[in-house]
C-alpha cells in the first residue's frame, strides 16, 4: 500500500505565507497581514504560523519588528564565490550603501599559523584589520584580514571606516589576483550577535582563505563571519579546466 506524502504543518504556512507575498507582488518591507488575520485566512492556529515566520526570518525572507508586525524582507546579496572583487564593490555595484566600523587596527605578533600561511619567519610582527560592514544601515559582517606589515608600511595610518582594504593595497602597488577560500557554518558567540544584531547561537557563514598576487606570493590571510539572512553564496559550473582562483 502506497504511503501518502503529507506536507507538516509549519511547511504548508510557510508555502502560504510565500505565495501570499508572490500573488499580491508584495514590494520588500510591504507589511504583511497581522497573525490573527492570517491565522483566519489559512485556518491555522498561531503557534504553527508563528513557527514559519522564524522560518522565513532564518531564510531572509521577511523580518519582524517589534509592536510593528512581519514584513517583507529585501533580496539577499548575492557574492560570487570566484569574483575577487572586495565586498564593498559588490555592495556598490547592487545599488547598497555599505558603511564600515573598524574594530580593531593594530600591528602584533601572530599564532604561528598565521605565520606560516604568510611565508614569514617566527615571532614576525602582523598586521590586523578586524571590521563590522553594515549595508544600507544594516550589521551584515565581521571580517578580520592579517598580512605581513612590511609589504605596506605605515598602513595602520588609513582610515578604513572610508577606506577600502583592497584600495589600499593598490596604493602600494598590491593587487589581489586569486585565492583560495573554504565556506562553513557557525554560530554567534556573545560578541558577534551584539555586533551583528542576531540572537547568540544565530547560523552565521564562516569564510575563511588567504589571497596571492599573480605572482602566487601570499597578500593576506582573511576571515569572516556573515548573517545567513542577509548574504547568500552562489557557485559557476563549469567543464572548463580550472582557473586561478579556487574556491574549496
Same mark, same amino acid.
Given at each position: ?12 504556512? !510557510?508555502?502560504? /505565507?510565500?505565495?501570499?507575498? %508572490? &500573488? ?10 497581522? +497573525? ?10 498561531? #503557534? ?7 522560518? %522565513? ?5 521577511? =523580518? ?5 508586525? *512581519? ?5 539577499? %546579496? +548575492? ?15 547592487? =545599488?547598497?550603501?555599505?558603511? *564600515? ?21 617566527? &615571532? ?5 584589520? @578586524?571590521?563590522?560592514?553594515? $549595508? ?14 612590511? $609589504?605596506?608600511?605605515? $598602513?595602520?595610518? =588609513? ?21 583560495? &577560500? !573554504? $565556506?562553513?557554518? #557557525? ?22 582563505? /588567504? ?7 601570499? /597578500? ?5 563571519? *556573515? @548573517? ?9 559550473? #563549469? *567543464? &572548463? ?8
Amino acid at each position: 500500500m502506497e504511503q501518502q506524502f503529507r506536507a507538516r504543518p509549519r511547511d504548508q504556512a !510557510t508555502e502560504q /505565507i510565500e505565495c501570499y507575498i %508572490l &500573488q499580491n507582488d508584495l514590494a520588500p518591507h510591504s507589511k504583511l497581514p497581522s +497573525e490573527r488575520d492570517m491565522c483566519s485566512m489559512w485556518q491555522m492556529n498561531r #503557534t504553527t504560523l508563528r513557527s514559519a515566520i522564524r522560518r %522565513l526570518i532564518v531564510e531572509g525572507k521577511v =523580518y519582524h519588528r517589534k509592536g510593528a508586525g *512581519t514584513f517583507v524582507a529585501p533580496p539577499k %546579496l +548575492e557574492r560570487t564565490l570566484q569574483d575577487v572583487k572586495s565586498f564593498t564593490d559588490q555592495v556598490l555595484q547592487n =545599488y547598497r550603501s555599505m558603511q *564600515t566600523r573598524p574594530l580593531d587596527v593594530r600591528t602584533a605578533a601572530a599564532p604561528r599559523s598565521m605565520e606560516r600561511k604568510l611565508g614569514l619567519a617566527e &615571532q614576525s610582527p602582523v598586521f590586523q584589520l @578586524r571590521r563590522l560592514r553594515c $549595508i544600507n544601515g544594516q550589521p551584515v559582517t565581521i571580517e578580520a584580514n592579517y598580512l605581513d606589515p612590511a $609589504i605596506c608600511p605605515g $598602513i595602520e595610518q =588609513y582610515d578604513f571606516s572610508n577606506e577600502s582594504f583592497y584600495n589600499v593595497l593598490a596604493h602600494y602597488g598590491i593587487t589581489v589576483d586569486h585565492g583560495h &577560500q !573554504t $565556506i562553513g557554518i #557557525t554560530y554567534a558567540t556573545e560578541g558577534e550577535s551584539e555586533l551583528l544584531e542576531v540572537p547568540v547561537g544565530a547560523p552565521l557563514f564562516y569564510v575563511s582563505g /588567504i589571497s596571492f598576487d599573480s605572482q602566487n606570493r601570499p /597578500i593576506e590571510v582573511f576571515k569572516s563571519v *556573515t @548573517r545567513a539572512d542577509k548574504i547568500r553564496f552562489s557557485s559557476i559550473l #563549469t *567543464t &572548463q579546466p580550472k582557473e586561478k582562483v579556487e574556491q574549496l
